[in-house]
Antibody, heavy 124, light 108 residues
Framework: QVQLVESGGGVVQPGRSLRLSCAAS????????MHWVRQAPGKGLEWVAV????????YYADSVKGRFTISRDNSKNTLYLQMNSLRAEDTAVYYC?????????????????WGQGTMVTVSS | EIVLTQSPATLSLSPGERATLSCGAS???????LAWYQQKPGLAPRLLIY???SRATGIPDRFSGSGSGTDFTLTISRLEPEDFAVYYC?????????FGGGTKVEIK
């Protein structure tokens, strides 16, 4: 079945780095734009970043621009989020999500499949 | 950036009642690229409605979406026990793809 599984979360000190992974299965990963969305404890959803199906286009929320990098390896069916210069306000559950339609840059499509999320805690 | 404002923040209703959730946008959402998601505690969001009024795969027909431009509505015609959750609207027509703050539908 269609599935996304995040990994790589944990506790990290402010200023340090962390890389999240999202393993996809059950669909043609290389045909779909992919997103990262986060949710701070007890708060709402915040879109973080998107990457097009072929990796040629990437967009970021202002809150993470210059610190986070989204990437993908279509040969491994895996999405990544490299998070540098982490701050306490980056503490959240991070979800990866699939764009609904194929061969798009990731925009103009709802997010039809979500992973279960991975928790990132930034604390000294 | 398009800001989405959801109202009310909390809706207290009984099973069988009708729920009407609103989502207002600070500027027009292009091509009605608006979605609604349901989230239950400890779980990932689930897509309910896309393109303002199209139901996602497997979503019961008691869920319906309407609206265009800056005003959108999610209606649950008759609340089932499993519908008590938090609902988010989201626009995906222009980056950043913003979410509303959510409406919690709780049991009265």
């Amino acid at each position: 079945q269609v599935q996304l599984v995040e990994s790589g979360g944990g506790v990290v000190q402010p200023g340090r780095s962390l890389r999240l992974s999202c393993a996809a299965s059950g669909f043609t990963f290389s045909s779909y734009g992919m997103h990262w969305v986060r949710q701070a404890p007890g708060k709402g959803l915040e879109w973080v970043a998107v990457i097009s199906y072929d990796g040629s286009n990437k967009y970021y929320a202002d809150s993470v621009k210059g610190r986070f990098t989204i990437s993908r390896d279509n040969s491994k069916n895996t999405l990544y989020l490299q998070m540098n210069s982490l701050r306490a306000e980056d503490t959240a559950v991070y979800y990866c999500a699939k764009s609904q339609d194929s061969y798009s840059y990731g925009g103009n499509d709802a997010f039809d499949i979500w992973g279960q999320g991975t928790m990132v805690t930034v604390s000294s | 950036e398009i800001v989405l404002t959801q109202s009310p923040a909390t809706l207290s209703l009984s099973p069988g009642e009708r729920a009407t959730l609103s989502c207002g946008a600070s500027q027009s959402v292009s091509s009605s690229y608006l979605a609604w998601y349901q989230q239950k505690p400890g779980l990932a969001p689930r897509l309910l409605i896309y393109d303002a009024s199209s139901r996602a795969t497997g979503i019961p027909d008691r869920f319906s979406g309407s609206g265009s431009g800056t005003d959108f509505t999610l209606t649950i015609s008759r609340l089932e026990p499993e519908d008590f959750a938090v609902y988010y609207c989201q626009q995906y027509g222009s980056s950043p793809f913003t979410f509303g703050g959510g409406t919690k539908v709780e049991i009265k």
